[in-house]
């Protein structure tokens, strides 16, 4: 038997794999409907009833005070409800007359005034105690204004009030508490101020 000639069959070329191609991008749908609009325009958050202009709220009136009442009647000289005169803030205790004034001031002023002569206040809760405070120090100060002293109980800054503070640390008594609470250097030894504190001469 004839055997089959076996041919050389011409090898095929191999073709490339296909190129990558990406998938279409998925349509905006969310969790919304397809055919629902994500973004609505504005005229659709209201109804034809409602504008956006009744949602703003309108402002207040204002009501017209009684000082503008009052100067409009003509009236004001006979107004008795006028508040009474109050003493500024940058009043010394000095410019005091007599201890009644002292009750004219409020509770805010007689702290402050306590303060900037270094006396505590703590525990004093009644307007009462504090002109009573107030009192004893306007009085502790007009017995040193009117008692003569010499020249060795001048301030040396000022040469007009009394040695009534010590400079801390050093412990110089040479300026009142005025002069005193502007200096950053002892006058005598050039020691820095740290505090200077009010002091009392029984």
Sequence with gaps: QEQPECRDWPEQPQRPPP????????????PFPATEDPFPAADALFSPAETPSEHVPAPPETEPTS?????SNGTGGDCTDAPPATVPFEMALEQFESVEELGQLSVLQMKLMLTRNFVDYRGCCEKAELHEKLSWLWHQKRKHRDDAFGEEDLCKICMEGCVDCVI?????????TGCGKQLSECPICRQYVVRVVHVFKA
């Design 168 to 176: 801390l640390d050093c412990g110089h008594m040479c300026t009142c």
């Design 19 to 30: 190129a990558y191609v990406p998938p279409p991008p998925p349509q905006w749908g969310g």
């Design 67 to 71: 000082s503008s009442s009052s100067s």
